[in-house]
Nanobody
Framework: QVQLVESGGGLVQAGGSLRLSCAAS????????MGWFRQAPGKEREFAAA????????YYTDSVKGRFTISRDTAKNTVYLQMNSLKPEDAAVYYC???????????????????WGQGTQVTVSS
């Protein structure tokens, strides 16, 4: 079975950094996008970043560009989200997800992702 397990969440002050990890197992992820989504209290789950597993091409939502970096280590089957210059509005539960690429790029929409982790809480204090 496919399993995605997030880790690395926690409490950080505004301006600080966190590195999230997503350990993936259960299948080959070639042809897949590995994405990070986040859901803040009272809001819908939203796309944050994604990377194509095979090619390593990255995609970001505008609000995190220049601050977050998504990467993957194919040998470790692990996806990372390095989050710098964190803002209070970044606080959310962060979910790792895997979905097939369409036309060579990932979707921003959660229904397009087949597999999800349990989420890890990121809290940013001001």
């Amino acid at each position: 079975q496919v399993q995605l397990v997030e880790s690395g969440g926690g409490l950080v002050q505004a301006g600080g950094s966190l590195r999230l990890s997503c350990a993936a197992s259960g299948r080959a992820f070639s042809g897949y996008a590995m994405g990070w989504f986040r859901q803040a209290p009272g809001k819908e789950r939203e796309f944050a970043a994604a990377i194509s597993w095979s090619g390593g091409t990255t995609y970001y939502t505008d609000s995190v560009k220049g601050r977050f970096t998504i990467s993957r280590d194919t040998a470790k089957n692990t996806v990372y989200l390095q989050m710098n210059s964190l803002k209070p509005e970044d606080a959310a539960v962060y979910y790792c997800a895997a979905g097939r690429l369409y036309a060579g790029r990932p979707s921003r929409n959660p229904p397009m992702y087949d597999y999800w982790g349990q989420g890890t809480q990121v809290t940013v204090s001001s």
